[in-house]
């Protein structure tokens, strides 16, 4: 299943930049957390947060180098940022909001309906979140014009919610 969740999030990314942003992308190394590890959240300057419920719980965190955010944001809005808040945050905001739709759409087919929260930009390296730490994850790395970034999708799938 993680292999199948790997492949929708490719197909997701792949749909936002070549709809929205005009860049090329490369696929990079995909990272399991391992069955007996504690789910951790991302470490990085900045990252997007879209919380799931409903079929699956747990969300999408998109997350980059500052300067990859910020090329990001830009390439998007067509406008040139000199910080992450404000719009350009908003544009990164609204990136990982349509990858976490793309992944929502996908997955709603066989896990029922999925609810997303509006995304939440988290900014700088000096802060801790936690999570469910049963949380399962994939990441995706990725390359663009703008330069790394990944994509993980984390999950508690409810069996109540699993459609075959």
Wanted: hydrophobic content about 35%; overall charge negative; proline content about 5%.
């Amino acid at each position: 299943m993680k292999q199948e969740f790997v492949s929708l999030m490719k197909d997701a990314v792949q749909e936002v930049f070549t709809a929205y942003l005009v860049m090329e992308i490369e696929t990079g190394p995909t990272v399991f957390k391992k069955d007996e590890d504690l789910y951790r959240p991302p470490s990085a300057e900045v990252t997007v947060i879209i919380n799931f419920s409903g079929g699956i719980h747990g969300g999408v965190h998109l997350s980059a180098p500052l300067h990859s955010a910020m090329e990001m944001a830009a390439s998007f809005s067509g406008e040139v940022y000199e910080q992450i808040i404000g719009e350009a945050g908003d544009g990164f905001g609204e990136l990982g909001n349509m990858i976490a739709g793309g992944l929502q759409t996908r997955l709603g087919n066989r896990f029922g309906n999925i609810n997303l929260t509006p995304p939440t930009l988290i900014t700088g390296t000096d802060y801790k979140m936690q999570y469910k730490s049963n949380f399962d994850s994939v990441k995706q790395y990725f390359k663009c014009d703008a330069g790394p970034f990944f994509v993980e999708f984390f999950y508690y799938i409810d069996p109540k919610h699993r459609k075959s």
